[in-house]
């Protein structure tokens, strides 16, 4: 499975930005779909993920500014970022995973997409 990512860019504190990955080569329907982030200096770090039949779950610092959708015709996952803030400057990536429950491991997530990175300014 490729995976592309966009959406993002720079964004001022309380605003908004919306990512999307796009995958091809794969069965999109079958994977819980992922996104992780990665800040400068720190480790990769999962924000939200969303099962095959449309179920999302999230990291507590994300809950409820945060929310991830599929589409599964376009073979397409969304993340819709609001109250944005510079904590959540970083590097975002996608992923798939074949797990069915709702894993937040690194370890269970397989195609990784390139990332599209956000700067929320103060």
């Known amino acids: 499975v490729q995976l592309q990512a966009s959406g993002g860019g720079l964004v001022q504190d309380g605003g908004s930005l919306r990512l999307s990955c796009t995958a091809s080569g794969g069965t999109f329907s079958g994977y819980t779909m992922g996104w992780f982030r990665q800040a400068p200096g720190k480790e990769r770090e999962f924000v939200a993920a969303?099962?095959?039949?449309?179920?999302?779950y999230y990291t507590d610092s994300v809950k409820g500014r945060f929310t991830i959708s599929r589409d599964n015709a376009k073979n397409t996952v969304y993340l819709q970022m609001s109250r944005l803030k510079p904590e959540d400057t970083a590097v975002y990536y996608c992923?798939?995973?074949?797990?069915?429950?709702?894993?937040?491991?690194?370890?269970?997530?397989?195609?990784w997409g390139q990332g599209t990175k956000i700067t929320v300014s103060s």
């Open positions: 969303i099962r095959r039949y449309g179920s999302g």
């Open positions: 992923a798939t995973s074949s797990a069915a429950w709702g894993t937040t491991s690194r370890a269970d997530f397989g195609s």
